[in-house]
């Protein structure tokens, strides 16, 4: 195992109602102005918003609203939010949706005490710590935002899609009301489910897997989201099913299933380009180039995908054959994804093939023209991710 230190400061409400205490903890995490973000009309149309500005006014404490978030949250917006919070006097973020809105709050955040321009950050042009207060009332289980210390932005020059990462990132709390992800279409659960997936098996699949506790850990949270997503999909109300998935999508992404490892991320950095050049879901990505991925890599530990294969998937066990337990247990869970109405190749995600010219322009931005490598299960080039996309491809 690797040392590690675990850090998880935010303050879960959890349960039906919890909005009811969002002006309360505003109170008592500083805030005395506050930008409210959201996205579309989701949040307008449900009574949502108008809920969380009512109890904002309720404890006194002033706002401003900002909307317009898109899947894949744009800088554009992000930089309209800088100079809002700058010219209100705005001293405490608040989103109201899933990822997309935590990240670009996350990304106004560290905007607004920045003399340059937030994309710097992204490009790994200046490092910085200081940034406001943040918080949300989580309506999509599936980033994780909610609890961990990153943020993932496309800027829309180029489409290039990057992310930024530390601990100040955190919020200071999280509302979760499992009732508030009733509507959620069923292409939007599944693309969660996937993404909660995602961030638990890009720390899984480790050189370092005698960490048993977070091995086992991470297994549990595999096995119950491929579980209740079945049961959510068939029954969007279900209460008991929205309530394990909501938190599986926190534990999947709060560095808990990581303690002890080092997480690979090639696949999420293999897709980033991906919804990046065709502004597809991530979750729907991700399915779509997982088992490429997979198959590419299996081989350096057969072992740990026989053992994923077996504990998490069901696959029977070949004692005389690792490989091919392993290789069952990548099948099993593009499986999975097709019976979730996800996409297992790049033609079943935008419709057509990619082209040989579109891939190789992923493949370098992927690796910023083979200026590093992505992943550490398999350090990756520019020409493993290509080969990686042709997979897919078929």
């Given amino acids: 195992m690797t040392d590690f230190t675990y850090y998880a400061p935010t303050e879960v ?37 108008d809920k969380v500005c009512a109890q904002l006014e309720a404890e006194g404490i002033a706002y401003v609203k900002l909307g317009g978030v898109v899947p894949n949250p744009r ?22 949706g899933g990822g997309s809105v935590i990240d670009s709050m996350k990304a106004i955040s560290i905007g607004v005490p920045y003399e340059g321009d937030v994309w710097d950050f992204y490009t790994r042009k200046a490092f910085n710590t200081e940034c406001l207060p943040t918080s949300c009332v989580l309506t999509i289980p599936a980033a994780g935002s909610e609890m961990s210390n990153g943020s993932v932005i496309t800027n829309d020059e180029g489409n290039i899609k990057k992310d930024y990462c530390i601990d100040e990132f ?3 709390f999280a509302i979760m009301n499992p009732e508030r992800t009733f509507t959620l279409p069923a292409y939007q659960t599944a693309c969660g489910v996937t993404d909660m997936m995602m961030h638990t098996m890009e720390r ?59 997480g690979d991320w090639a696949t999420h950095m293999i897709e980033h380009e991906l919804s990046g050049m065709f502004d597809v879901s991530h979750g729907a990505g991700l399915a779509a180039v997982w088992g490429s991925w997979a ?23 070949d004692f005389r054959d690792p490989e091919a337990t392993a290789l069952a247990g990548i099948e099993a869970t593009e499986r999975f994804f097709h019976a979730i109405g996800m996409p297992v190749s790049i033609p079943e995600l935008i419709g057509r093939p990619a082209t040989e010219e579109e891939m190789q322009k992923m493949a370098q931005m992927c690796t910023d023209g083979d200026t590093h490598t992505v992943g550490v299960f398999k350090e990756l080039t520019s020409a493993d991710v290509l080969e990686i996309y042709r997979a897919a491809n078929r």
């Fill in 13 to 49: 409400v959890f349960g039906k109602n919890s909005e009811e205490k969002i002006g309360k903890l505003v109170r008592k995490y500083g805030g005395t102005k506050v930008l409210v973000h959201y996205g579309g009309q989701s949040a307008v149309r449900s009574g949502l918003l």
């Fill in 75 to 96: 800088v554009s917006l992000v930089r309209k939010g800088i100079e809002l919070c700058r010219k209100e006097g705005v001293d405490f973020l608040l989103a109201v």
């Fill in 170 to 172: 955190r919020c200071k």
């Fill in 204 to 262: 899984y699949f480790s050189h370092e897997d005698d960490m048993e506790i977070t091995s086992a850990i991470s297994e549990a949270v595999l096995r119950t989201a491929k579980q209740q997503a079945f049961v959510a999909l068939s029954n969007p109300e279900d209460y008991e099913a929205r309530t394990q998935l909501m938190w599986t999508g926190s534990l999947a992404h709060n560095d808990l299933t990581g303690c002890g490892t080092s």
């Fill in 295 to 317: 198959r590419y890599v299996y081989k350096l530990r057969p072992t740990r995908f026989a053992r994923y294969a077996v504990n998490v998937m069901d696959v029977p066990v």
